[in-house]
T-cell receptor, first 112, second 113 residues
Framework: DSGVTQTPKHLITATGQRVTLRCSPR?????VYWYQQSLDQGLQFLIQ???????AKGNILERFSAQQFPDLHSELNLSSLELGDSALYFC???????????FGQGTRLTVV | GESVGLHLPTLSVQEGDNSIINCAYS??????FIWYKQESGKGPQFIID?????DKRQGQRVTVLLNKTVKHLSLQIAATQPGDSAVYFC????????????FGPGTRLSVLP
């Protein structure tokens, strides 16, 4: 158990809908990262927050957004969902922005 | 559990042998690298890291080698065990201050009894 908690574990939704994925980082970790992993692709970095502020942005679509709250938990919002958005979404956390990250178990999103 | 990377390159080794997993990274400016292990149905798990000012780093049963000249990273696992069966990803960071990692496609390690 990495200490990073993601909910829900599984999510099935229809195209065009909006969903919110939640991440609780390890106690004491200030950085939160979101990654997308498709079945036939590696891990794609989406976005990073550090202590509530956006730190780095990767291949995140405009339909996606994220935020980190004062209690350091983070949410990833995915809207206008398309079939191609079906993937595993991982959250990771670390103490600081330049330290190795611990990953959660992921949320499996299926868009039908 | 979920199958990650259905069409990944696969390395099959006998239990007890040493494994070498290779990775070519993309950016010569990258200065921090990590190897992650991902078992079926789980998130990636940190194995070992190395900074660009080093050529080699050893952990428990694992060694990472970095060749900056050819932008190559390798992970050596000594005395491979069945529990080592997983997908292994290398990751490089392009950002000194953040963790905007770029992950490689992964290699599936299969340990044969």
């Amino acid at each position: 158990d990495s200490g990073v908690t993601q909910t829900p574990k599984h999510l099935i939704t229809a195209t065009g809908q909006r969903v919110t994925l939640r991440c609780s980082p390890r106690s004491g970790d200030l950085s939160v990262y979101w990654y997308q992993q498709s079945l036939d692709q590696g891990l794609q970095f989406l976005i990073q927050y550090y202590n509530g502020e956006e730190r780095a942005k990767g291949n995140i679509l405009e339909r996606f957004s994220a935020q980190q709250f004062p209690d350091l938990h983070s949410e990833l919002n995915l809207s206008s969902l398309e079939l191609g958005d079906s993937a595993l979404y991982f959250c990771a956390s670390s103490v600081g922005p330049d330290r190795d990250a611990f990953f959660g178990q992921g949320t499996r999103l299926t868009v039908v | 559990g979920e199958s990650v990377g259905l069409h990944l390159p696969t390395l099959s080794v006998q239990e007890g042998d040493n494994s070498i997993i290779n990775c070519a990274y993309s950016n010569s400016a990258s200065d921090y690298f990590i190897w992650y292990k991902q078992e079926s149905g789980k998130g990636p798990q940190f194995i070992i890291d190395i900074r660009s000012n080093m050529d080699k780093r050893q952990g428990q049963r694992v060694t990472v080698l970095l060749n900056k000249t050819v932008k190559h990273l390798s992970l050596q696992i000594a005395a491979t065990q069945p529990g080592d069966s997983a997908v292994y990803f290398c990751a490089e960071t392009l950002d000194n201050y953040g963790q905007n990692f770029v992950f490689g496609p992964g290699t599936r390690l299969s340990v044969l009894p």
